[in-house]
T-cell receptor, first 114, second 109 residues
Framework: EPEVTQTPSHQVTQMGQEVILRCVPISNHLYFYWYRQILGQKVEFLVSFYNNEISEKSEIFDDQFSVERPDGSNFTLKIRSTKLEDSAMYFC????????????FGQGTRLTVV | AQRVTQPEKLLSVFKGAPVELKCNYSYSGSPELFWYVQYSRQRLQLLLRHISRESIKGFTADLNKGETSFHLKKPFAQEEDSAMYYCALAHNAGNMLTFGGGTRLMVKP
């Protein structure tokens, strides 16, 4: 069964460094998403991406965040200058249609900023 | 703004007992509601959605617009139902899910 794949599973970075979290969505899916979950808190929406552009973003997704689909298969989340509060589990998801259809989630990347 | 509330962080029941995981929402439009489940060491996956009106793994959920609730129910819990359950809302115009805080269900033998 096709799955959304995320790499790495765990990333440790120093405050102020740039990180890129990578995702390979399911191949025939058209909508892509990033969510995050800070330890002990809710899963929070960051951004959705469709037709090579951001379709919606939350207030969390400020100028230090960016997304890209560089080669038609990967979907990346870049955090330009990490802060301690960026430490969280980051989930990628994809769907065939807008969010009313099933979103398939990756296993997550745990980002630890030290 | 939309909001999803799951009042119980932890629900512990014995095998064979009925289960009800509560979910309340606030949203001014016509919502689409979902239950997602995360079993130990596995990814978040869709359990069911209100528009399908289906029963998955014995679980059902009915959207009650008057009470703004979408509680998840199962008449007889099984040990394999132990997991984290998240209620989520999607709004028609948007392309995002708003999640509740999650309820950990523990089914004891």
């Amino acid at each position: 069964e096709p799955e959304v794949t995320q790499t790495p599973s765990h990333q440790v970075t120093q405050m102020g460094q740039e990180v890129i979290l990578r995702c390979v969505p399911i191949s025939n899916h058209l909508y892509f998403y990033w969510y995050r979950q800070i330890l002990g808190q809710k899963v929070e929406f960051l951004v959705s991406f469709y037709n090579n552009e951001i379709s919606e973003k939350s207030e969390i997704f400020d100028d230090q965040f960016s997304v890209e689909r560089p080669d038609g298969s990967n979907f990346t989340l870049k955090i330009r200058s990490t802060k301690l509060e960026d430490s969280a589990m980051y989930f990628c998801a994809s769907s065939t249609d807008r969010v009313g259809t099933e979103a398939f989630f990756g296993q997550g990347t745990r980002l630890t900023v030290v | 703004a939309q909001r999803v509330t799951q009042p119980e962080k932890l629900l512990s029941v014995f095998k064979g007992a009925p289960v009800e995981l509560k979910c309340n929402y606030s949203y001014s439009g016509s919502p689409e509601l979902f239950w997602y489940v995360q079993y130990s060491r596995q990814r978040l996956q869709l359990l069911l959605r209100h528009i399908s009106r289906e029963s998955i793994k014995g679980f059902t959920a009915d959207l009650n617009k008057g009470e703004t609730s979408f509680h998840l129910k199962k008449p007889f819990a099984q040990e394999e139902d132990s997991a984290m359950y998240y209620c989520a809302l999607a709004h028609n115009a948007g392309n995002m899910l708003t999640f509740g805080g999650g309820t950990r269900l523990m089914v004891k033998p």
